[in-house]
Every structure is written in C-alpha cells, then in structure tokens.
C-alpha cells in the first residue's frame, strides 16, 4: 500500500506518522515551506511566535503519551492563566461572577446580577434567533454581560453579527458556571463541581510547532517523504477511483503522484473544486494577522498566558507573550508579544504595512493600560488565510453537502480542521489522522466516526491528561 496525505499540520503529519510507524510508503504534500499548519512555530533571531498561542491538551492517554516521548525533556508542563483586557481593568477568564461585580460599578453589578438571575430562573427570552451563539450566551449568562463582553468580541473575532453565528461550538469551548448552574449551586441543590478549563498543558521549548517538526523528522527517519511548496492541481480518476493527483509550486514546475490511499486535510471546499471543478459553493474563513513584536527594556508585560481584548474599537482579540509559555521564546531579560488580529483575508488590516498596524496597535495598547511605545525594539507579521470556519447559523447543510461531493471516491478521505471544516483542536485533528491510518490499516471505523471525533457538546478541555 501507498499513501498520499494532502497537507502536513497536525491531522496530515500524525496520519503518516501512523503509517511510517507500521512501514506503509507515504508522502506528504505540502503548500507551505514548512510543516506544522496553523501549529507552526516562526523563528525571528533568538525569538519564537507562534500562530496565535498554541497550549497541547487532550484527553487521548495514547496521543499524550506518544507526544511525551517525542519530545522528551524538550516538553514543558505548563500552568495557564488568562484574562480578560477590558480598558485598563482586568477580570478574571474564566470569567467569575463575584470578581467581575467587585470591578464594576453599583448600576452594572445591579444590571449583571439582574440579567443573570433573569435567565437562570427562565423570565429572560433571548431575541435573537434559536440556535444561534448569541441566544446561546444570552441564556448562559444574561443579556446584560452578553453585550458587555461576549458579543462585542465574538463580532470582532469572527466578523459577522453573533445572531447569525451559530451555537455549534460554544458549549465546547465556553467553561461556565451558568446562570441555572449558579443558582442551584447557591441553594444547595447540586453538588456537580462546575465544568472548567484545563489548568496545565503541555508545551515544547521552541515553540508549538517543534511537535510537528520532530513528527515530521520521524517520518522522514522512517522512510516518509515530504513535499513542501508544491499543491495539488489535478486528480487523475478512474472506476471512482483516484489514481493520481499532478501537483505544482510555484514557478509552474509539477510532478505526478500515485498511491493506493489518499487522504486530503486542505479545506473541502478547495478539494471539491479540484475533483470537480465546475463546484461554486465557497466556504468562509475568518483570517487571522499575527503582529509580531520584540521589546527592548522591559522583562515582562504581564504574567498571563494570554489576554481577550474584547471592545470593538481595539483592533485586537488577544494579547499573547510567547515568553509565558516557554521561556526560550524570547532572550533572557527580555519579552515580546504578538497581537492576534481578526480580519478578511487580502482586506485593509491583512494588507497594511507592519509600521502602520503597529502605530494602531501601540495606540490601542495605550488604552488598555500598556505603553510599549519606549520598548518597541523590531516588528513583522505572521498571517493564517484559513484561521476558523465561520459557522453561520444554517451553513450545516452546506457544509454536509460539500463533504458528501468529496466523498464519493473509495479510496479518498477528508479529515481536519480544513478537510471537515470544524472548529476543532489540534489534538482532535491528531486523532483523526490517526484513526484514518487506522482505518486503512485494516482497523475499520465507518467514516462518520472520524468525523465526529470529539463532536461532544461539553467543554472538552475539563478532562484533559497533562
Ligand atoms: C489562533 C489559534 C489558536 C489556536 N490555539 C489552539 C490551542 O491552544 N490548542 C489546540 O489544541 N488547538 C489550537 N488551535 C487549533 C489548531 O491550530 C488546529 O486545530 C490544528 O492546526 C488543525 O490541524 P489540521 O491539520 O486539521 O489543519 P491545519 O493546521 O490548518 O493544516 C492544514 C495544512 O494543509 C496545508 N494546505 C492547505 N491548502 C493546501 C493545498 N492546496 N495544498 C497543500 N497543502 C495545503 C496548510 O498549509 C496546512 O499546513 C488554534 C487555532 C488558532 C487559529
């Protein structure tokens, strides 16, 4: 058997990683110059950023336990603490209701409280449309501390109104001790401990992305081969059957493949034109620009792993110090940090200057009580076009009919975050990959059970086993 694995992040390089291990032949395609996906680590002299703030968790002892061996003494275990940036207040994230009234004024905290107990004991309706992030939040947490947080920085983050933004997700990724949760906690009438994130993860010395850059040597060790700066431009099909797929760099200069197994993790939507090219149907992504910054003078900015900035008039969602997660991301003595910055791929904020984005950066910075302005020592930009799935309310169908186009091959998966457009974490990505090799290898799942890897509807890093 052959394999060919449509792009190296997380889900691609663990799925060969499998199949390098039990002495399949596999290769890699690769767009990028280099491995790791959304999970890559960018050198800029002593300093490392990552695409965003990147943490390991997962509750799969196998996947942990492989990854600690990979890495050894290189794997950092990690305490987390975030917060949220709100002016120059800081409250507590996971947010905590006592902590937020102790720092708000007499008519908020009357508002919060208020809005909270409205929803808890059932006298609140949220207008906004049923099934959507903001009906979700609303009855969570009240209305009143949805349009003080929740909503300005979801709008910001994911570009659309959160009344059309779909609920999919939130239960997954939002702890909470909600409204219901915290009344019946008051009265005694539960004794459920409320559902929180993870509070260690794991973390390699050089950044995220070392994970994958020692997975990706492993394959190469085991006789893989990788393929960067090339992408698939043509399927070659018979019997139903892909044979073949031509794949090209830049310059035009191309190369014919041919396996037995494919496996595609590139966004569906792209792989649906390739194997039928007259496909209209796009999906939206939000993108994400990542401004890079080194300092000069000063240690440290804080001691949170991250920060959510969620006013609408900073262009920011969050606020990372790479230092916070491996001391080796930045020279002893000295701190960076990197601006998570939502915006449309090729739009005004993806393609300003560094030096203009930084002047708006500092400024907004300004606000929030740091003025780094002194210690700005060099400054670039990382960029992910395919950052999130933006899942609207009602684009499931749309989803689920491009992924059955693509499915219609015996011989091609997709999988992933791209692959299935899900809004997932790297670790069920991982586990995906695997469970393809696994599957090919002669360990049948049905198809729908890698994609419902992980489709449970509570928080799942409250398990997790670092
Ligand atoms: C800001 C941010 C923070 C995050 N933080 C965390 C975190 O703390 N913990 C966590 O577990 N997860 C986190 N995630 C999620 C994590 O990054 C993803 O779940 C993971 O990267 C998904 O892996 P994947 O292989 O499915 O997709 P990707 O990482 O997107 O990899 C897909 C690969 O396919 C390549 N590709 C695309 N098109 C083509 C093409 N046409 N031809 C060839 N190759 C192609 C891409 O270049 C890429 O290398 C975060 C994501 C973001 C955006």
Not at 98 to 109: E, G
Not at 147 to 173: C, H, M, N, V
Not at 312 to 319: L, P
Request: positive net charge; charged residues 25%; glycine residues 8%.
């Amino acid at each position: 058997m052959e394999a060919i694995i449509l792009g190296a992040g997380p889900c691609g390089l663990t799925a060969a990683w499998e199949l390098a291990k039990r002495g399949v032949k596999v290769t890699i395609v690769e767009k990028d110059n280099v491995v790791g996906g959304l999970c890559k680590t960018v050198r800029h002299g002593d300093y490392r950023f990552d695409l965003g703030g990147h943490r390991f968790i997962s509750k799969d002892e196998e996947l942990v336990k492989e990854i600690k061996t990979l890495l050894g003494d290189s794997l950092l275990r990690q305490s987390r603490k975030s917060s949220i940036r709100f002016k120059d207040r800081q409250f507590d994230y996971p947010i905590n209701i006592p902590n937020i009234l102790s720092q708000s004024s007499a008519r908020d905290c009357f508002r919060f409280t208020a809005g909270y107990l409205a929803s808890a004991l059932g006298l609140y309706r949220s207008k906004a449309a049923e099934g959507s992030f903001e009906a979700w939040v609303d009855k969570s947490f009240g209305r009143p501390l949805n349009e003080y947080f929740f909503k300005p920085y979801t709008e910001k983050l994911w570009g659309i109104s959160a009344g059309e933004l779909s609920d999919e997700w939130a239960g997954q990724r939002i702890s909470l001790l909600n409204a219901k949760d915290a009344v019946l906690k008051a009265l005694s009438f539960t004794k459920e401990k409320p559902r929180t994130y993870a509070a260690h993860y794991l973390y390699p010395k050089l950044g995220i992305g070392q994970i994958f850059t020692a997975m990706a040597d492993d394959i190469k060790h085991m006789g893989g081969k990788i393929i960067t700066g090339f992408k698939p431009v043509e399927f070659k099909i018979s019997d139903s059957k892909i044979k073949s797929v031509v794949i090209e760099n830049e310059t035009g200069e191309g190369k014919i493949l041919t396996a037995s197994r494919f496996l595609s993790t590139i966004p569906v939507d792209e792989l649906a034109r390739l194997l039928y090219p007259e496909t209209e149907e796009k999906l939206d992504y939000r993108s994400l620009r990542f401004l890079n910054i080194t300092l000069n003078g000063i240690a440290d900015l804080s001691n949170n792993t991250w920060m959510y900035t969620p006013e609408a008039d900073v262009i920011m969602t969050r606020i990372q110090e790479p230092k916070r997660r491996s001391h080796l991301s930045a020279p002893e003595g000295k701190t960076s940090v990197m601006l998570e910055i939502p915006c449309q791929y090729m739009d005004k904020t993806w393609t300003m200057p560094d030096k203009q984005l930084l002047d708006i950066v500092l400024a907004h910075l300004k606000t929030l009580g740091f003025n780094l302005r002194p210690y700005v020592s060099e400054v670039f930009s990382s960029y992910a076009h395919h950052a999130y799935p933006i899942l609207k309310l009602g684009s499931a169908d749309h989803v689920k009919s491009l992924r059955k186009k693509v499915a219609g091959f015996a011989n091609l998966a997709t999988a992933g975050r791209q692959g299935l457009f899900k809004y997932i974490f790297m670790d069920t990505a991982m586990l995906m990959g695997r469970q393809w090799a696994r599957n090919i290898l002669g360990e049948p799942v049905r198809r729908s059970t890698i994609e419902t890897i992980h489709n449970e509807a509570k928080l799942l890093e409250s398990e997790s086993m670092v």
